[in-house]
Structure formats: C-alpha cells, structure tokens
C-alpha cells in the first residue's frame, strides 16, 4: 500500500479497495519501524490522524469526493498546528504548540486530509542540508550517508522512502527544489503569493512560499490544489483564481518554446548533471519542445544579494524570539536583559544566529546602503533578467543543484560552501517566480532534479511539462533499496 502515489490513493478510496484508516495504520506502522534510520520526523500526531482518517471514510461513506479525501500527508514543521508543538526545527520553539491552525493546514483539513505528523526541517528553514536541526540530521534513504537537502529534508527524505505519499514544504532560497532533486521527488514552488503564509513561520518573508513535495507532477498538482488561494490573513496573497491543475496535465508540448540559459553550464557544475539536463532536453524535444539558448546574465550576483536579504528579514522576523511571550526562555535571568540575551543565545543554535548577525548588521545605519540597498537593487535586476527571458520562451530549463547530495557533515565547516550550492534555485525566490524540480537520473546512485521556471502564475505549464516527461521516463518511479 505505501508505494501508492496520491492520484492511485484516491482512485483506491473511490473504489472501495481499502479505507483510509486501514492506509493510515498501515503509514504509521512503516514510520514506526523505518523513520529511526531516517530522522525525518519531528512529531508524530497518530491520534489525529486516526480521528481524521475516520472522518474521512465517513465522508466518503456519504457520498462526498475529492481527490485530498483521506488522503496521508504530513506537515513541514513550520506550519502551524493547533494544539500541535510546532517547533521550527528550533530548540527555542520545542515548547510551542501553535494556538491555531496555519491557513494551508486548516485548508488541506478541510479537503479531507490525514496529518501523519510534522517533518524535521533545518532550523528555522535556514540551510541546504538539513542539518542545522535541534533534532538531529535527517538521512538521505537514498544513502544514509548523505544529506537530504534541506530545509524541507524530512517532508522530502519522508516521501522518498515511501513513509507516505506526499508532505507539505516551503521554499525561500530552494527548498522544495533542492531536497526533491536529492531525494528523486517531484517539487514544485508556486509563486509568491499563491499559497497563504499565514501561519507559516517566517524566515524570509518576501521570499517564503509553501508547496508541495510528492513523486509525480500528478501528485503535486493535487497538493497544491488544496494548498492554493487567496487569503484575507495574508497581506502578500494575490486574489487571483486557482486554475485547475490536474486538467492542464496532458496539453501537448508541442512547440513549447525551452530556454536553456547559457550561464547555467558554468564550471561550477557536475558534468554528470550538465549530461542529464541535455537528455532531458533531448527528451522534451522528442514531445515537440522547441530548445533556444537564453542568457541570465546577472545571475552571479544571485547568491550575495540572496544571503544579504534573506538574513536581514529573517534578522528581523525572528526578533520576536526573547523569552518573553513564548518559546525558550533561560533559567533564573537576572534582569530584562539577560533574559534576552541568555534565551536567544541558548534557543538558537549556531546557524540561526550567524544568519541573525549578517541581517543586522547589513540593515545597520552606514552599512543599509552599501548592502541592504545594492541587494535590492540586484534583485530588481534578476527579476528583469526573467522578464527579457520570457519574452522568447515559455519555460526556462536547468540543473536544480549543481552537485548531488553531499555527505553529512562534509560542507559543517564551511557554510558559504553550502550557501553556493543553491546558485540554481535562490533566483526563482528573487523574483518571485514559480519552479519545479523532477527526477532526470542518478550520479554514483544518488538523484539528479533538472529545475523548471515558469512565468507567474503559471504552474499549470511547470506541472503539464513535468507530467509529459513523467509519462516517457521512469526516473520518478525508482525507489530506495531498503525502503
Ligand atoms: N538554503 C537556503 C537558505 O539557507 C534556502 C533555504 C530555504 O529555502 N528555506 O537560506
């Protein structure tokens, strides 16, 4: 049963083979004895999710439909769960449980979801390796030497092996992307605005957006139906209609115009990947797309301008955090500030707070300027690259990474190294663009995602290519030895 993707568990449902409590038991069993090699989750919710699972048989039972009816799925940990510690992968939120339900989390409920539990995560989102966790790494089941990619690397190593069909993620800098090329998963980011950060917690907020992590484009593009909307409680929602994804899934590609952007093929690249992105273009090709070479020319200032912006607001989101509403606080503080003090320094481990100094000190009077303002400035110019872009072409194409999974612990001593190795995916977040990873192949067994990007609201295109690619290879149907 676990091997089913969510479009098979919704036709299994509908035609009575089994009931989702009988899944849901099933799942939980399979978390129970496989996630400890793993480390993929945080908090288990089996009480939940057996109410819900009832819930759901019920509804079915009266005749209700719906492709998320009963559905298993999980929570990236930084979703708001109501009752339900919601700890940001933090040590400073390890006793928080969220007082209500993120806007995402109340509507997947309400399409008749089953929550299995709450994925680890990096940090408060921050890295590329999941790692920087209080609750330990999370493994690749692809080999549990490896990183799974982060931050989202428990929903992504989760899915991976078969724990269930499909998690919830969010992406700031890539990561839905770049744990789903680790992990052989079909990811996708919609665009800024799409789906509701309300009740998601910030890291970044001009960059986060939460998505859907699952095996097929079919899969995401139910998850991200139930995840999709506009939403009165977010100030940066756009009140635009949801198409429905799953009907675009079989357009023809034929003369979909690719761009392959020139710059991407730099020396910083695995040639390994460089030769999977061109069969998957050969692949494309042989569906009628139509390949143009396309130039990017200010993505080298991506990252810098990325690792300036990214930790001034999350410097600034994650001020909240001083011991004195909720989460950590130290023991016996001896005055207002060293309660500050001591509980930030204590909460928040090492990442967090190297990401904490940066953002301060680049939004700091005199420095504004010289960092803040130039990033902005790049971001502008990012963002043109992709206008220009997509003047000629429909789709931009690429590598999502530009090495595969690293082992654990390999990049511990050098974070700009990590930083580096989200070249691909951090521009889609600086201009708020919609990106999808898919499975394309393995390099000395470990997977390979090639990354499409789309124009605004137009995941419909990113999930149709990735479908028609799904339905000529089989790259996404491999699964883990072990798993
Ligand atoms: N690796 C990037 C960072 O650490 C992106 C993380 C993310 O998308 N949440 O900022």
Redesign the pocket.
């Known amino acids: 049963m676990h091997h089913m993707t969510l479009a098979e568990i919704a036709r299994g449902l509908a035609d009575k083979k089994f009931s989702s409590e009988e899944l849901t038991k099933t799942l939980l069993a399979r978390i129970a004895q496989l996630d400890p090699q793993l480390n993929s989750f945080i908090s288990l919710t089996e009480e939940l999710a057996m109410s819900q699972a009832k819930a759901a048989d019920a509804r079915r039972a009266n005749g209700e439909t719906g492709a998320l009816l009963g559905a298993p799925i999980a929570h990236k940990d930084l979703f708001c769960t109501q009752g339900i510690r919601t700890s940001c992968g933090s040590k400073m939120l390890d006793n928080f449980k969220a007082p209500y339900d993120a806007t995402v989390v109340a509507k997947l409920a309400a399409a008749g979801t089953v929550t299995l539990g709450k994925t680890n995560m990096?940090e408060f989102?921050?890295?590329?390796a999941n790692e920087s966790s209080h609750y330990g790494a999370v493994k690749n089941p692809w080999n549990l030497a490896h990183v799974p990619g982060?931050?989202?690397g428990g929903s992504a190593a989760a899915v991976a092996a078969r724990l269930l069909p499909a998690a919830t993620a969010?992406?700031?800098?890539?990561?839905?992307r770049?744990p789903a090329a680790f992990t052989n998963l079909t990811g996708l980011k919609p665009t800024y605005g799409r789906v509701s950060r309300w009740g998601m917690i910030a890291?970044?907020s001009s960059?986060?957006q939460g998505g859907p992590l699952a095996r097929t484009a079919e899969d995401c593009a139910i998850l991200l139906q139930g995840m999709a909307g506009f939403d009165p409680n977010d100030s940066t929602s756009i009140d635009e209609p949801v198409p429905d994804y799953s009907a675009s899934l079989n357009d023809s590609l034929q003369g979909l115009r690719i761009g392959v952007p020139k710059e991407y093929f730099g020396a910083g690249l695995d040639p390994r990947i460089a030769d999977l992105v061109q069969n998957s273009i050969k692949e494309l090709e042989k569906l009628g797309a139509i390949i143009k070479q396309i130039s990017l020319p200010n993505m080298q200032h991506a990252i810098p301008a990325?690792?300036v912006i990214?930790p001034a607001e999350a410097s600034s989101n994650l001020s909240r955090f001083d011991g004195v509403r909720f989460g950590y606080r130290c023991e016996n503080p001896q005055n207002l500030v060293d309660l500050y003090k001591r509980s930030r320094g204590e909460g928040f481990g090492a990442?967090v707070q190297r990401?904490i100094m940066v953002g301060t000190y680049a939004l700091s009077a005199g420095y504004y300027d010289a960092y803040y303002l130039k990033a902005q400035k790049i971001r502008r110019l990012v963002k043109n690259d992709f206008m220009a872009a997509f003047n000629e072409v429909d789709i931009i194409l690429g590598p999502t990474t530009p090495n595969p999974a690293w082992k654990l612990g390999a990049k511990n001593s050098d974070p700009i190294a990590?930083?580096l190795?989200?070249v691909y995916?951090?521009t889609a977040?600086l201009a708020g663009l919609p990106g999808l990873s898919m499975p394309a192949g393995f390099v000395d067994g470990l997977p390979v995602g090639v990354q499409l990007l789309a124009p605004y609201f137009q995941e419909g295109r990113l999930l149709n290519v990735a479908h028609q690619y799904q339905l000529n290879t089989d790259w996404h149907t491999r699964t883990p030895t072990g798993f």
């Open positions: 990096d989102a921050m890295g590329s982060g931050s989202s969010t992406d700031t800098g890539g990561s839905i770049q890291y970044a960059l986060d990325y690792y990214a990442e990401r990590e930083y190795e989200d995916t951090i977040n």
